[in-house]
C-alpha cells in the first residue's frame, strides 16, 4: 500500500481509534463493502462501534455525496418496525390514517445496513 493509499485510508476511518488485528480486519472489510452496490449488515455488541463503521462504509463509498439516515429500530414497537422502514397503506392497521413511505422505500438507490433484530440495540442506515 503506498502512502496516498494509506492517507486516504486514515482520512475515511479518522473516527476510528485503534490498530489491532481485528480491526484491521474489519476497516478492510469496510473497505470492500463500501465499494459494491450492496445491502449491509452490521452486528455487534452495545457500544462496540457500529455506527461509526456504517459512517466509514458510507464516506469510502460511491454514495458519500448523498446523505446518510440513522434510525434506531429499538425505539420502535416491534408491530410497527416493518411500517416505519418500508411505510404503509391508509387503513392498513389501527392508527394507519394516511399513507406512508417508510425510511428504505424513500431511498433510491436503498441502502440499508443495520444490526440483527434479535440484539439489544438495533439501528438501521440508509444512504440515499
Known amino acids: 500500500m ?11 476511518f479518522e473516527q476510528i481509534i485503534g490498530n489491532s488485528p481485528a480491526l484491521r480486519v474489519v476497516l478492510e472489510q469496510a473497505e470492500r463493502v463500501a465499494a459494491a452496490d ?7 455488541e452495545t457500544g462496540t462501534g457500529k455506527e461509526l463503521i456504517a459512517h466509514a462504509v458510507h464516506n469510502a463509498s460511491p454514495r458519500s455525496g448523498h446523505s446518510l439516515i440513522k434510525l434506531n429500530c429499538a425505539a420502535i414497537p416491534f408491530d410497527l418496525l416493518e411500517s416505519e422502514l418500508f411505510g404503509h397503506e391508509r387503513g392498513a392497521f389501527t392508527g394507519a390514517i394516511a399513507q406512508k413511505i417508510g425510511s428504505v422505500a424513500a431511498q433510491a438507490p436503498p441502502c440499508l445496513a443495520g444490526t440483527g433484530i434479535r440484539t439489544s440495540r438495533k439501528w438501521a442506515y440508509s444512504s440515499r
Open 2 to 12: 503506498t502512502v496516498a493509499d494509506q492517507d486516504r485510508r486514515v482520512r475515511r
Open 38 to 44: 450492496s445491502t449491509v449488515l452490521i452486528q455487534g
